[in-house]
């Protein structure tokens, strides 16, 4: 069965510090993709970066950068040089193929962490 | 492009009740999840609807229904309402749900009495 787990419930930092967030996972399948999503006090969720299983490049967007190894099933974000705007809980989901070779529009989520920047 | 659209933002019901939740895409995605999200469980899939066929549903009661319109707009209901259903609602909408980023709205908050 499929599984995400983040192991951190809450992190606190100060701003300027550089947090990584951690998540494992479990799953069955050769295909799949993994996501992180933030969730600010507003409570909607935002998608931040999309990685299939095939694809194990470690990609950086400005201040945020995702380790993905499959040798270890995580899939790790770092936020560089955080800021009190990046305060919010932060998801790592899971796709998987359902039966019928899609995954048909679940999303696993893992607990989350809930990162506080402090100024 | 609008974002995906729930309504009401906020619902009280008593138990007993019932409740529909709408959900609009956004303009061109044909995929629309239903998520429930609590204290204690986390952010859970209830069910999920391509071009107005339900395609997979989580481990939720009966009482979790849905239903998506040829225009893609999506509805929930939850029949006979109990007070552990008092969570946050959210809708998500991709372009063909399968392993595509999925947009979310930002949700209903059902407190139930």
């Known amino acids: 069965a499929q599984k995400v787990t983040q192991a951190q419930t809450e992190i606190s930092v100060v701003e300027k510090e550089d947090v990584t967030l951690d998540c494992v996972y479990e799953?069955?399948?050769?295909?799949?993709?993994l996501f992180w999503y933030k969730q600010p006090p507003s409570g909607e969720l935002v998608f931040l970066i999309r990685r299939n299983s095939f694809d194990e490049q470690n990609e950086i967007s400005g201040r945020y950068s995702w380790n993905f190894q499959k040798s270890t099933s995580s899939f790790n974000f770092t936020i560089t040089a955080s800021q009190v705007v990046d305060s919010a809980v932060y998801f790592c989901a899971l796709s998987e193929a359902e039966v019928g070779g899609t995954s048909y529009g679940k999303l696993t989520f893992g607990q989350g962490t809930i990162l506080t920047v402090h100024p | 492009k609008a974002g995906v659209t729930q309504t009401p933002r906020y619902l009280i019901k008593t138990r007993g009740q019932q409740v529909t939740l709408s959900c609009s895409p956004i303009s061109g995605h044909r995929s629309v999840s239903w998520y429930q999200q609590t204290p204690g469980q986390g952010l859970q899939f209830l069910f999920e609807y391509f071009s107005e066929t339900q395609r997979n549903k989580g481990n939720f009661p009966g009482r979790f229904s849905g239903r998506q319109f040829s225009n893609s707009r999506s509805e929930m209901n939850v029949s006979t309402l109990e007070l552990g259903d008092s969570a946050l609602y959210l809708c998500?909408?991709?372009?063909?749900?399968?392993?595509?980023?999925?947009?979310f709205g930002p949700g209903t908050r059902l407190t139930v009495l």
């Open positions: 998500a909408s991709s372009f063909r749900g399968d392993y595509n980023e999925q947009f």
């Open positions: 799953t069955r399948d050769t295909t799949y993709y």
